[in-house]
Nanobody, 123 residues
Framework: QVQLVESGGGLVQAGDSLRLSCVVSGITFSRYAMGWFRQAPGKEREFVSRISWSGETRNYADSVKGRFTISRDNVKNTVYLQMNSLKPEDTAVYYC????????????????WGQGTQVTVSS
């Protein structure tokens, strides 16, 4: 079956960095676009970043642009989210998601999801 497993979350201070990883199995990873989303307590899930199957196209939410970098390794079936200059407002559960075709910023377009990893940024 399809599995997406995130890791790399944790408790950090403002200004610190984290790198999230999402290992994917059960699909031909190189044919899937990937997205990262996050959900803070009491808020709706929101788009963070997306990357095309080839890695050539990458997009970011305005709130993370210039601080976060998405990348992928199609040999390791893994997508990454490098998060620098973290802020308290980045605190959320972070999810990776997979879809065929063109990447999307809409969570409803993604059929496959991981279980999430908690990122907490203290001030």
């Amino acid at each position: 079956q399809v599995q997406l497993v995130e890791s790399g979350g944790g408790l950090v201070q403002a200004g610190d960095s984290l790198r999230l990883s999402c290992v994917v199995s059960g699909i031909t990873f190189s044919r899937y676009a990937m997205g990262w989303f996050r959900q803070a307590p009491g808020k709706e899930r929101e788009f963070v970043s997306r990357i095309s199957w080839s890695g050539e196209t990458r997009n970011y939410a305005d709130s993370v642009k210039g601080r976060f970098t998405i990348s992928r390794d199609n040999v390791k079936n893994t997508v990454y989210l490098q998060m620098n200059s973290l802020k308290p407002e980045d605190t959320a559960v972070y999810y990776c998601a997979a879809k065929t075709g063109v990447s999307s910023w809409l969570s409803s377009d993604y059929p496959y999801w991981g279980q999430g990893t908690q990122v907490t940024v203290s001030s």
